[in-house]
Antibody
């Protein structure tokens, strides 16, 4: 079964840091371009960033609101995707999904992990 | 304020047809493929349409997508109560701040 499972969410104070993880299974993780998408409570979807496969240089792209604060990385040996979030702000409060289109026309999304930034 | 503009809500009766529009610009819809997603309450988004008008395996042909210029449209025919959900369009934006962009979402109500 193709699956993505996020973890690492929780409560953090403004200015704090958190690292989210996403475990992939059932597909060739190393070939997949992986993305993070977030959804603030009651709001729409917002793309956070992506990391290409290592065969495509493994480069990263980020949305403007998180650039310079968030870092996406991957460990293909462990089939793991990470999102390091620093200098967290209240506006970063959201449900964070990892997702990939691992094959043409086939998306997989995790169930999401909730991050709450509050003093 | 989303880069892609969708109507906040649409509604129609069971069995009817509804369309959801998604308006963008030449840096996104105009030069890139559009995807459509459905999100049922409390669940992760699900891909409905990719590459403007292609349906993933398992998506019924009641769902169709089209694109013209800098706008895209999702059409749903034979509406069912189970179609009540939030619908999002998405595409790559090739502007200076390149990245994937979503529409603000459209709440579909089946009356």
């Amino acid at each position: 079964e193709v699956q993505l499972v996020e973890s690492g969410g929780g409560f953090v104070k403004p200015g704090g840091s958190l690292r989210l993880s996403c475990a992939g299974s059932g597909f060739t993780f190393s070939d997949a371009w992986m993305s993070w998408v977030r959804q603030a409570p009651g709001k729409g979807l917002e793309w956070v960033g992506r990391i290409k496969s290592q065969t495509n240089s493994g480069t990263t792209d980020y949305a403007a609101p998180v650039k310079g604060r968030f870092t996406i990385s991957r460990d293909d040996a462990k089939n793991m995707l990470y999102l390091q979030m620093n200098s967290l702000q209240i506006e970063d409060t959201a449900l964070y999904y990892c997702t990939t289109r691992y094959r043409i026309g086939v998306d997989v999304w995790g169930q999401g992990t909730m991050v709450t930034v509050s003093s | 304020q989303s880069v892609l503009t969708q109507p906040p809500s649409v509604s129609a009766a069971p069995g009817q047809k509804v369309t959801i529009s998604c308006s963008g610009s030449s840096s996104n819809i105009g030069n890139n493929y559009v995807s459509w997603y459905r999100q049922l309450p409390g669940t992760a988004p699900k891909l409905l349409i990719y590459d403007n008008n292609k349906r993933p395996s398992g998506i019924p042909d009641r769902f169709s997508g089209s694109k013209s210029g800098t706008s895209a449209t999702l059409a749903i025919t034979g509406l069912q109560t189970g179609d009540e959900a939030d619908y999002y369009c998405g595409t790559w934006d090739s502007s200076l701040s390149a990245g994937w962009v979503f529409g603000g979402g459209t709440k579909l109500t089946v009356l």
